[in-house]
Nanobody, 126 residues
Framework: VQLVDSGGGLVQPGGSRSLSCAASGRTFSTAAMAWFRQTPGKEREFVACISRGGGTTYYANSVKGRFTISRDNAKNTVTLEMHSLKPEDTAVYYC????????????????????WGQGTQVTVSS
């Protein structure tokens, strides 16, 4: 599956932003999906993930209650809605897919994922 991330930009602290990941290929509905983020000099870190059917989600503690991940298997898209943004949320955000995942399963380790988007920059600053 090929992934294209979009939606990044400049946001004021406390603001909201929605990121989108568009997937191509026939296997999207078998893929667990996730968002990771990375800042310069740091490892790519887990943000949120969702199971292949959308029934299970999991979040990093740093974003729990502020971010929501969702998917539309009919449109081959995954969305990350971000609210109450903080300067420390500034990063390049990457969509990731793990094809042929188990039903209901979710994955938080970046090594589990087979495909990655190109990344989209989110900057939280006044």
């Amino acid at each position: 599956v090929q992934l294209v991330d979009s939606g990044g930009g400049l946001v004021q602290p406390g603001g909201s932003r929605s990121l989108s990941c568009a997937a191509s290929g026939r296997t999207f509905s078998t893929a667990a999906m996730a968002w990771f983020r990375q800042t310069p000099g740091k490892e790519r870190e887990f943000v949120a993930c969702i199971s292949r059917g959308g029934g299970t989600t999991y979040y990093a503690n740093s974003v729990k209650g502020r971010f929501t991940i969702s998917r539309d298997n009919a449109k081959n898209t995954v969305t990350l809605e971000m609210h109450s943004l903080k300067p420390e949320d500034t990063a390049v955000y990457y969509c990731a897919a793990k094809e042929h995942s188990s039903v209901g399963a979710y994955y938080i380790d970046r090594s589990d994922y087979d495909s990655w988007g190109q990344g989209t920059q989110v900057t939280v600053s006044s």
